[in-house]
């Protein structure tokens, strides 16, 4: 963890670093700059996740809030959905596609790289290849009688395929956006980051990583926050598994010498073989 290079910069929230990124109402569209000092090399792939902390995507009556039927692009009856997704599956008359709590709070702040400009950030391939098989549009795609996602999130989602390979939307539009995908992946913890895209470039110590930040995701007694981070084979920087092992090797270390001296001081005395039974 320690050889691990991470910068990260709460720009919304309690605890914002910075004021002019905040915002009062969902999807406003505020446009801001998130600026990176990088003073310490950063080998590619550097890995750019934005986190949220106070959001409880592992509620339960959130987690269920989905149909995934509906999501594989199957035809499902308005009364499965009504079941499923509760007062999340209409919008007016029109029948929310996808339906749920977790679709439907997705999160639509958008990254843009801008300096400097010979990095790009590549948001393509950002999902896990088995998430990517459960996400499909429907056959009617596109069908007024439906609120589409593109609808609901329209600077995040487009409705068709980019032709663009380092695009979220290179395997398709709607529900097949990989930023969507990887959304859909419930968080256990209140806390957690989710992979926006990666910078496949070595960036050299002295950079200035500029950042773009058009926020449209409003938070109330939350934080945003924009992280950017190199990763090795255990992942990303996490001091808590290696202080953890230390803490039981103390508490084992303690333990042996507490038995060592209640033997030296307090022996256990020895049975006699006299007393030894064999039939």
Known sequence: SNQIVEYKIV???????????????????????ITFNIDKEMKAPVNVYYELKGFYQNHRLYVNS???NQLRGEEVDLSTLKSNCGNKTMDGDRILNPCGSVANSLFNDIYTLVSPMTLTLNESHIAWKYDLEKF???????????????ESYPDLIPKEKSEDSASASFNGGGV?????????RAAALPRFRKLYGRIERDIPAGT???????????VNNMEKALVVTTTNWLGGRNLFLGWSYVGVGVFCLLFAIAFIVKQLTCPRKLGDVKYLKTE
Not at 176 to 184: A, D, G, S
Not at 210 to 218: D, H, I, M, S, T
């Open 176 to 184: 097949q956006n990989e930023h969507f995908i990887v959304w859909m």
């Open 66 to 68: 989905r149909d995934d």
């Open 208 to 218: 200035q990583l500029e950042f773009q930040v058009k926020a449209n995701f409003f």
């Open 136 to 150: 499909k549009n429907p056959s009617n795609y596109g069908d007024p009688s439906y609120k589409w996602l593109y």
């Open 11 to 33: 720009y919304d929230g309690e605890k914002a670093e910075m004021q002019n990124c905040k915002i009062k109402t969902n999807n406003e569209g505020k446009l801001c700059t």
